[in-house]
């Protein structure tokens, strides 16, 4: 009981602790495909914590809510953590609380908050990034449950340590058609939730053309270090589900000795780093897509969840 305690606390750690380096590494690498200098890539610890030491501005017109979407985008992560496999493949507490549409609905709840503090602050560039935030989630959610139809025909699932063991034991040839498609579906998924190019760019600060960034102009302090936060452990989050279920399921702790987690720390983390050399390439080689681009962009990806489900429908 002990040593399972132990596995779910490190999980959160390393949730907490590594999801800020990734954004780091991220943008290092992006700065070096481009020929620029960059940050280190332990910015984004220097920025969180200057954040959090700074003193926090709240408007007197904004109401309960903008003060408690930070902790609420926050905390729902973490939530999250514990439902999927970051660093074991046997299931910790609360593996069987929720499946993927749970950490959907989990996730919505947190951009949900975030949108109506946007809103609160009748800041009208808050309000033009919340809407523009919900379109492009409203036109990526049909993507999504098409996604989650495909993987509940294929590991007769949709309990991500369940999806992730019929991965490494599989029933059907990992490089099926309906599997490389259905990668290809969340990948799009993930580079539109997480404001990446080409849908969004994380490093504009023209208010006009914000999507997501756009949604925590009015926070200071330490609540603008909560929504970054929050932010770098959404990412977290959902590359994991990419990597550690879908694309590369292997390397995980079996046991709860020390040692196993350690490693697959390590492993985790290299998995990751691959991902994030895709992601550098991606937005580096492509331009941010006009606003009304992003539909063809959504539509795309859709047309490739359907294609990925009617392989898997037919046996391919």
């Known amino acids: 009981m002990a040593w399972m305690i132990a ?25 070096f495909i481009q020929a620029k200098r960059g940050p280190s890539i332990f910015q984004p610890y220097y920025d969180l914590w200057k954040r959090f030491h700074k003193d926090e501005v709240v408007s007197q017109e904004t109401t309960w809510i903008f003060r408690a979407a930070p902790y609420v985008a926050f905390v729902t992560p973490l939530l999250i953590v514990p439902l999927i496999p970051v660093l074991t493949t046997y299931p910790l507490f609360f593996a069987f609380v929720g ?66 063991q019929v991965w490494v034991h599989p029933p059907v040839s990992f490089f099926a058609p309906s599997h490389l498609l259905l990668v290809v579906a969340f990948v799009a998924i993930l580079i539109g939730e997480s404001g990446k190019i080409p849908v969004d760019n994380p490093s504009g600060h023209f208010e006009l053309a914000m999507i ?8 200071s302090g330490p609540g603008a270090a909560l929504v970054k936060w929050a932010g770098y452990l959404r990412f977290f989050v959902v590359s994991i589900v990419l990597v550690n279920v879908l694309v590369s399921p292997w390397g995980l702790a079996s046991t709860t000795s020390i040692g196993p987690l350690l490693l697959a720390i390590a492993l985790v983390f290299v998995k990751l780093l691959v991902l994030l050399c895709v992601f550098a390439i991606i937005e580096s ?19 490739v969840s359907l294609f990925a489900m009617l392989a898997r429908a ?3």
Request: hydrophobic share 55%; charged share 15%.
């Open 7 to 31: 596995a779910n606390v490190l999980q959160l750690a390393v949730a907490l602790l590594m999801s800020p380096l990734l954004a780091g590494i991220l943008n290092r690498l992006k700065e």
């Open 99 to 164: 499946d993927m549409l749970a950490v959907g609905f989990i996730f919505g709840l947190g951009s949900f908050f975030l949108v109506l503090a946007a809103v609160d602050t009748a800041n009208p560039y808050g309000a033009m990034g919340a809407s523009r935030t919900r379109m492009v989630s409203f036109l990526l959610e049909p993507v999504a449950i098409m996604v989650l139809f495909t993987v509940s025909f294929a590991a007769n699932s949709t309990i991500p340590y369940i999806v992730q």
């Open 212 to 219: 997501d960034e756009s949604k925590s102009l009015e926070y």
């Open 285 to 303: 080689s492509f331009a941010k897509l006009r606003l009304f681009r992003i539909s063809d962009y959504a539509a795309g990806a859709f047309v």
């Open 314 to 316: 037919v046996g391919a």
